[in-house]
């Protein structure tokens, strides 16, 4: 098993940047898959972004540009730094991880991003 806590949400300004991470519990040499998610209200939780152990980066096209994935394994932690940041950003993300191995899906209890002015 491995648990993951999410940091770095809160209020931001439209057009501006914020760094989420997202710490696990397991060393990252044990995780094939992370990703980044949303879920905004009254929606469906969508994927942002995920990287793989070779660090292989996927980005939703809509975000390309604006949100980067990256992951130190140093110290299991992943990142989504967001810049020109706009209201419909807001949602509470989530991280995700896959571990080898291990058929389960794994999720932190989110973190609430919100853009307004």
């Known amino acids: 098993q491995v648990q993951l806590v999410e940091s770095g949400g809160g209020l931001v300004q439209p057009g501006g940047s914020l760094r989420l991470s997202c710490t696990a519990s397991?060393?990252?040499?044990?995780?094939?898959?992370m990703a980044w998610y949303r879920q905004a209200p009254g929606k469906g939780r969508e994927l942002l972004a995920r990287i793989s152990a070779g660090e292989t980066t996927n980005t939703v096209n809509s975000e390309k540009g604006r949100f980067t994935i990256s992951r130190d394994d140093a110290k299991n932690t992943l990142y989504l730094d967001m810049s020109s940041l706009k209201p419909e950003d807001t949602a509470v993300y989530f991280c995700?991880?896959?571990?080898?191995?291990?058929?389960?899906?794994?999720w932190g209890q989110g973190t609430q991003v919100t853009v307004a002015s």
């Open positions: 995700y991880a896959s571990p080898y191995g291990d058929p389960k899906d794994y």
């Open positions: 397991m060393s990252f040499f044990r995780i094939n898959v």
